[in-house]
């Protein structure tokens, strides 16, 4: 299988502490993406990082990019409730059209 | 601007009925990808159409079939359910461009129950 692994699988922390995230993945990629999503229900871009890029920031996210490991992380600091949810790694695959997923990582922040 | 919508919410069918999920594509997009998401796992990818013909599928058989519209809405339809197509199906548009394919933007999903 192509499909990418996540760690840890589940995270619990309290509100204001940073929460990270890793994805590793298996094949030659152009760029890797990550999703959240509330409650199973759709998911939401949350930012996208080239294959050429090896840090990416957007407001409160972080995220690093390393092509000689195949892996990815996504640091949230000083979390939220509100940031409870799901967190999904992705990139393409299959020609570029596919776009396949890692595991998750179910995040939740304790007020 | 609007948004990926998919109806239904939710549904419940029996073993062996057939099912058909709709999905309207963000406006201006012209590819819809439809993926499968079982309970605790990350999406599945099942299949994409681009105007109107399917451009890649993923290893679901071939009950599982779809059609796109010249507006660019979708439709999934799965024949002879069975228990383990029970999951959130989700659909995404995107815009196609000749340099590939481009962010994808998803809609809330269906909820299949197959009892």
């Known amino acids: 299988s192509q499909q990418g692994e996540e760690d840890p699988q589940a995270l619990s922390i309290q509100e204001g502490e940073n929460a990270t995230m890793n994805c590793s993945y298996k094949t030659s990629i152009n760029n890797l993406q990550w999703y959240r999503q509330n409650s199973g229900r759709g998911l939401v871009h949350l930012i996208l990082?080239?294959?050429?890029?090896r840090e990416k920031h957007s407001g409160r996210l972080r995220v690093t990019l390393d092509t000689s490991k195949k892996s990815s992380s996504l640091l949230i600091t000083a979390s939220r409730a509100a940031d409870t949810a799901s967190y999904f790694c992705?990139?393409?695959?299959?020609?570029?059209?596919?776009?396949?997923f890692g595991t998750g990582t179910q995040l939740k922040v304790e007020l | 601007e609007t948004g990926v919508t998919q109806s239904p919410t939710h549904l419940i069918k029996t073993r062996g009925q057939q099912v058909t999920l709709r999905c309207s594509s963000q406006s201006g997009h012209n590819t819809v990808s439809w993926y499968q998401q079982a309970l605790g796992q990350g999406p599945q990818f099942i299949f994409q159409y681009y105007r109107e013909e399917e451009n890649g599928r993923g290893n679901f058989p071939p009950r599982f079939s779809g059609l796109q519209f010249p507006n660019y809405s979708s439709e999934l339809n799965v024949n002879a359910l069975e228990l383990d197509d029970s999951a959130l199906y989700l659909c995404a548009s995107s815009l196609a461009g000749i340099a590939g394919v481009n962010e994808q933007f998803f809609g809330p999903g269906t909820r299949l129950t197959v009892l």
């Open positions: 990082i080239r294959s050429n890029e």
């Open positions: 992705a990139y393409f695959t299959g020609g570029g059209n596919k776009l396949t």
